[in-house]
């Protein structure tokens, strides 16, 4: 089992910058990928980015410049760091786990919501 915690969202204008934290908890957190997934309502979660084990990046198109993974394995912990954001960016945005299957999560945290508003 793992359990994870994201922080860091909140308001911010367009252009501005978050950084996202997600804390993971009761398992070898170095066995595991992790991602970044967003969800707007009445839309489908969709990948911001991902993670591997081993330190592989993936992000997705509509990121790609603006936002940075990363993850500290002594911490326990993986990072987005958004600059550059945009009102389309506003989600809810959860961070997950996967054991085997990159883009197959095992678990999820309860979410983080960033608003990107003037």
């Known amino acids: 089992q793992v359990q994870l915690v994201e922080s860091g969202g909140g308001l911010v204008q367009p252009g501005g910058s978050l950084r996202l934290s997600c804390a993971a908890s009761g398992s070898i957190f170095s066995a595991y990928h992790m991602g970044w997934y967003r969800q707007t309502p009445g839309n489908q979660r969709e990948l911001v980015a991902t993670?591997?084990?081993?330190?592989?990046?993936n992000y997705a198109d509509f990121v790609k410049g603006r936002f940075t993974i990363s993850r500290d394995n002594a911490q326990n912990r993986v990072f987005l760091q958004m600059n550059g954001l945009k009102p389309e960016d506003t989600a809810v945005y959860y961070c997950?786990?996967?054991?085997?299957?990159?883009?197959?999560?095992?678990?999820w945290g309860q979410g983080t919501q960033v608003t990107v508003s003037s």
């Open positions: 993670i591997t084990r081993d330190g592989r990046i």
């Open positions: 997950t786990a996967a054991l085997l299957f990159l883009n197959q999560p095992n678990y």
